[in-house]
């Protein structure tokens, strides 16, 4: 069995920063990709940043330069670094992991974290 739990988000005001973490537990033999998405009220789910197991990392158009993702490999965490918050950054933040298990290999999901980018 595997579990991801994401924990960070909050009520932030623009300008602000917050820092989201993604833990993975159970039985991983290997982790592949971390990552980040978001989904705003009535869109679809899209790609923040991902993570590759050698530390290539890739950034929406909308976040590079104020986002930063970093993973820990020894604690199978991921984390995303949130800078210069805006308003249009406010969403759910859900984390996606790329594991090999026991069971084999799969995507797995966290339950998601609210930002939200207030004044």
């Known amino acids: 069995q595997v579990q991801v739990v994401e924990s960070g988000g909050g009520l932030v005001q623009p300008g602000g920063s917050l820092r989201l973490s993604c833990a993975a537990s159970?039985?991983?033999?290997?982790?592949?990709?971390m990552g980040w998405y978001r989904q705003a009220p009535g869109n679809k789910r899209e790609l923040v940043a991902i993570?590759?197991?050698?530390?290539?990392?890739n950034y929406a158009d909308s976040v590079k330069g104020r986002f930063a993702i970093s993973r820990d490999n020894g604690k199978n965490t991921v984390y995303l670094q949130m800078n210069s918050l805006k308003p249009e950054d406010t969403a759910v933040y859900y984390c996606?992991?790329?594991?090999?298990?026991?069971?084999?290999?799969?995507?797995?999901w966290g339950q998601g974290t609210q930002v939200t980018v207030s004044s």
């Open positions: 159970g039985t991983i033999i290997t982790t592949y990709s």
């Open positions: 996606n992991v790329d594991l090999y298990t026991i069971g084999g290999r799969g995507t797995f």
């Open positions: 993570l590759s197991s050698t530390g290539t990392a």
